[in-house]
């Protein structure tokens, strides 16, 4: 696999991400109801007169989010195999393995562009509200660590979402099994029991929001890189041996 044949291939499928429309609306929509939600949330803390940064407000906007991350890492695939563009594709790109890997750098870099906008644009909108509304200011800096730890959780869960849409090809049930686990399964579990940490949108929860019932740092890097390799591998072997 030549680094040039893999960086014309990362090229062709952002450029096929950038003519999606589905795509699109889905980095779109979610940047702005971020920011709307985050500048509601400012709103509110500046009624009730409680000090709180811009930093704070974005991260709490973070589970807000999380759909949209997952939409936008199921979607190129789900879409592909849907249409049975992905016949058309392998005509062009007959190097399954080479496919893959450039689809999956794609979609690191739509869920990364995607993460870093929505968190700029709540930061924006959370910064901009509290300006206007004169709110209490908030003493303490954090520094730039929760935020990167936010980017890095938004990033795990778009791919960790691609991967499983390498699994399953058709858009609903990976949409719904994601869904289904980070905003259904994972809260339910979370309430009972303490084994819910080793999920992957738990483990990676821990770098933004550290607390007595999440992994320590190392863990939960190890245990969410883990969940994406293990899905990651199962994807592409599903691609490189079965049929279109």
Known sequence: MSAGGLASVVAAELDKLRTLPGAVLAVVGTTVVGALIAAAQAGA????????????????TVPFVVAGLVLVGVLPVSQEHAGRQV????????RRGLLVAGKSVAAICAVGLTAVSVLGAC??????????????????????????????????????????ALVVRHLVPALVGVLALVLV????????????????DRAASAWYDAGPSTLDGPTATLVALAWVAVVGVLGSWRFLTRDA
Do not use: C, K, N, Y
Request: no cysteine; hydrophobic share 55%; charged share 10%.
């Open 185 to 200: 399964v994972s809260p339910l579990l979370a309430g009972a029991t303490e084994h819910a940490r080793w999920l992957p």
């Open 123 to 164: 930061l924006a909108a959370s910064a901009v509200t509290q300006h206007l509304l004169d709110a209490p200011a908030a003493t303490g800096d954090a520094g730039a660590g929760p935020l990167l730890g936010a980017a890095a959780f938004l990033v795990v869960i778009g791919v960790f979402s691609h991967a499983v």
């Open 45 to 60: 803390a500046a009624d009730q007169g409680l000090p709180v940064t811009a930093l704070d407000l974005t991260l709490r």
């Open 87 to 94: 016949a058309t594709t392998l005509t062009a790109v007959p």
